[in-house]
């Protein structure tokens, strides 16, 4: 158990509908990151919050948005699904700004049919 | 932009043969780099990591080392065991984008007995 707790482990929902992510971070972390892993795109930085305030921003869909709530805790919210959003999405958390690594949680697994 | 590039996978040894995966980077600055392991149906676990030029990583049998002049950060296992059969990640963090992580798109290793 890494310490940073992902949920669900596995979504399976149709094209055009919402859902979302939950992530709790290792306790004591302020930032948390959220991850794409799909086969063709590999690793891809969604967002970064630091202890509520969005820090870092990569590319990340419109239809997607996330925030970080007073107890640390993130949800990355999926609107408006198409098939290519399949995906395995991380959450990641770190003290600080990332500068001695994340602590990554074993991810949603979200397929969209 | 910022990039990491790895050796395509898979990689194939046997058990007790020295492993060396490749991993260069583009980037502005002193970015500092890491590597991450990612075992099957896991997230990613940090395994080592480098902050400044000539800086050596090393966990578990497993070394790379911050060369700025070659933008290289190889990683290298003098005897690899099956257990060390996973996917591996080079990424670097640059200095001005809070914590966002660039990964390279992973290489697959299998240790065969």
């Known amino acids: 158990d890494s310490g940073v707790t992902q949920t669900p482990k596995h979504l399976i929902t149709a094209t055009g509908q919402r859902v979302t992510l939950r992530c709790s971070p290792r306790s004591g972390d302020l930032s948390v990151y959220w991850y794409q892993q799909s086969l063709d795109q590999g690793l891809q930085f969604l967002i970064q919050?630091?202890?509520?305030?969005?820090?870092a921003k990569g590319n990340i869909l419109e239809r997607f948005s996330a925030q970080q709530f007073p107890d640390l805790h993130s949800e990355l919210n999926l609107s408006s699904l198409e098939l290519g959003d399949s995906a395995l999405y991380f959450c990641a958390s770190s003290p600080g700004d990332g500068g001695f690594g994340y602590t990554f949680g074993s991810g949603t697994r979200l397929t969209v049919v | 932009g910022d990039s990491v590039t790895q050796m395509e996978g898979p990689v194939t040894l046997s058990e007790e043969a020295f492993l060396t995966i490749n991993c260069t980077y583009t980037a502005t600055g002193y970015p500092s780099l890491f590597w991450y392991v990612q075992y099957p149906g896991e997230g990613l676990q940090l395994l080592l990591k480098?902050?400044?030029?000539?800086d050596k990583g090393s966990n578990k049998g497993f070394e790379a080392t911050y060369r700025k002049e070659t933008t290289s950060f190889h990683l290298e296992k003098g005897s690899v065991q099956v257990s060390d059969s996973a996917v591996y990640f080079c990424?670097?963090?640059?200095?001005?984008?809070?914590?966002?992580?660039?990964f390279g798109q992973g290489t697959e290793l299998s240790v065969k007995p």
């Open positions: 919050y630091y202890n509520g305030e969005e820090r």
């Open positions: 480098a902050t400044k030029a000539d």
């Open positions: 990424a670097l963090k640059s200095n001005n984008q809070g914590g966002k992580l660039i």
